[in-house]
Every structure is written in structure tokens, then in C-alpha cells.
């Protein structure tokens, strides 16, 4: 005979009893507590978030309108560049060394050929701004204060700006030493240039602590930065432009430490909506490197 064995109706284990060192469910207090808390925190923290997304987006006093064309912007730098800049600054020389029919310039002629030049480009680029620009916008406010910026000191954001810009490029110097190799910094022709004599110093001072200067921070800072800045973030246009700025000095070693000068410039004339600023770093950085090419 087969047997068959049935299990129990009720499979269920037998309830027992909690002892006295049973866990307790959590009381509705203490969770609400605990919620309260987390959500407090979570409210904190996108408080300080907005915070800080406040102020890097009010550290450009840059605005949204720009005096020309916006759809013209990368058409008018690329007329400047392969009318004016290229043919100037890396041809001029050559055209004036043949036009006195000689091989090489003596230091004196050089540096006035290249005060010459650099003069010609900036009517240049003053020229071309003013062909583009609403008839009632001045060039020369790019040198002055925006309303909204009036309470931003461009002398302090120049000294500190300064500042910052020779620590950055030192501390990209020495990176770039160990990734390239150490390179000859002492510029033999513009040390020749300027040990030859009176007329040739004024010449160079004017050139790389005035005309230069004043030439490029109108062309990458008040006219490309500001017209990038109307369409894009700030910190965008600052990178783009600065960029821009390194790629047309044409010298690939220096590329990282030219976009470091070209950051920094553009963060203060972002900060400031003075061209003021920018114009005095740039200057006194070229008057550094002068001073150091003279004496080494």
C-alpha cells in the first residue's frame, strides 16, 4: 500500500513573540526628523550652488549689444588678418629692406620701420572699425566704463591682474620646460635693436609698450571678445578669442603661454568693460620682457 503524506493546512511558521532586545520599527517622528534634515541640506546646497553660478555670471559686465554686425565678426577679423596683419608684420621689413635696396636693416632703420608699420596697421584696424560700426558709436568707448561696471576699479584690476599674469606665465614656463625642453628666451635682434641707441629705444618702447598693445587689445578684446561675449558665455568667449589671439602670432612654441596672456587680458576686460585695464597689462608685461631682453 502506498502511503501519502499530507503536509498541514498551514505551512506558516508559529508567530512569536518580540523579546524586550528586539529592533523597533523607527518612529514617524524620528523619520520626518531625518527627512527634514537631508532635505534642509539638499536646500543648502542648491542654494550655494545658485550662489556661485550667480556670481561667475555676474563677473562679465559685457552685454548682449554690440555697435556692428554680429553675422560680419569672423569675416572682418579674417580681412584684417590676411590684409593688414599678415602682410604688415611679417612682410613689411622685406618690403622696406628692398625698397632701400638693401640685404639687411641696421638696427636703428629696423625699429623705425617697424614703428612705421605697426602705425599702419592700427589706422588700419581703426579704419575698418569705423566702416563697420553704427555711425553715433565711438571707437574711444571702448576706454571707458560701462554704467553697470563704474564701481569696478580698472587700475586695481590692472595691478592684480599684472600680478597674476607673471605668475601664470611662469608656472606655464616651467611646465612647458619639462614637457619640451628648456629654449633660449633672450631675443638676439630686439637686444641688438635696443643696445643701439637713443633713437632706437624710443623707437621699440613705442612699438611693444604703445602700438602693440593698444592694436591688439582692440582687435581680440574690444572687437572679437565683445562680439563673441554677446552671443555666448563669458568664459567661452574669453577661450575662443584668447585662441585667436595666440594662433596669430604664428609661433607654435609659445602658443600655451600667448593664450594664458590672452586669458587673462580677456578676464579682465571682462571684469572691468574697460579696455583700460587690459591696455595696461599688456603694456607693462611687453615693458617686462623688454627690460629683461636688455639686461640679459
Known amino acids: 500500500m502506498i502511503v501519502e503524506h ?23 517622528s524620528l523619520l520626518n526628523s531625518k527627512f527634514g534634515r537631508n532635505e534642509l541640506c539638499i536646500k543648502c546646497s542648491c542654494v550655494k550652488d545658485e550662489e556661485t ?16 554686425d554680429s553675422g560680419s565678426v569672423w569675416s572682418t577679423m579674417a580681412f584684417y588678418l590676411f590684409s593688414f596683419h599678415v602682410p604688415l ?29 605697426q602705425t599702419l596697421e592700427l589706422s588700419a584696424v581703426l579704419w575698418l572699425l569705423r566702416c563697420i560700426v553704427q ?11 560701462k554704467n553697470q561696471s563704474k564701481e569696478r576699479n580698472w587700475f586695481l584690476a590692472s595691478v592684480l591682474g599684472f600680478g597674476f599674469l607673471i605668475l601664470l606665465v611662469f608656472s606655464t614656463s616651467l611646465v612647458a620646460d619639462q614637457l619640451i625642453g628648456p629654449k633660449d628666451v633672450n631675443n638676439s635682434i ?16 613705442l612699438v611693444y609698450c604703445f602700438l602693440t598693445p593698444l592694436l591688439e587689445e582692440i582687435v581680440y578684446r574690444g572687437f572679437l571678445l565683445t562680439s563673441l561675449a554677446s552671443e555666448m558665455k563669458w568664459h567661452r568667449a574669453v577661450v ?32 572691468t568693460g574697460n579696455l583700460s585695464a587690459s591696455f595696461v597689462i599688456h603694456s607693462l608685461y611687453n615693458a617686462l620682457i623688454l627690460v629683461m631682453t636688455y639686461l640679459s
Request: proline share 7%; hydrophobic share 45%; glycine share 6%.
Open 89 to 117: 608684420s611679417f612682410g613689411g621689413l622685406a618690403v622696406v629692406a628692398h625698397v632701400l635696396h638693401q640685404p639687411m636693416l641696421d638696427p636703428q632703420t629696423e625699429a623705425l620701420s617697424l614703428l612705421a608699420i
Open 53 to 68: 553660478a550667480k556670481v561667475f555670471e555676474d563677473f562679465s559686465v559685457l552685454g548682449s549689444y554690440i555697435p556692428w
Open 135 to 145: 555711425p553715433q558709436y565711438n571707437i574711444y568707448s571702448f576706454f571707458q566704463a
Open 190 to 205: 630686439l637686444k641688438e635693436i635696443l643696445s643701439s641707441g637713443p633713437i632706437s629705444e624710443t623707437a621699440c618702447i
Open 240 to 271: 575662443i578669442s584668447s585662441a585667436v589671439f595666440s594662433a596669430a602670432h604664428f609661433s607654435g612654441d609659445n602658443f600655451l603661454q600667448l593664450f594664458v596672456i590672452g586669458s587673462v587680458l580677456g578676464c579682465s576686460y571682462c571684469w
Open 6 to 28: 499530507c503536509l498541514p493546512l498551514s505551512t506558516s511558521p508559529p508567530a512569536t513573540k518580540l523579546g524586550a532586545n528586539s529592533l523597533k520599527a523607527p518612529s514617524l
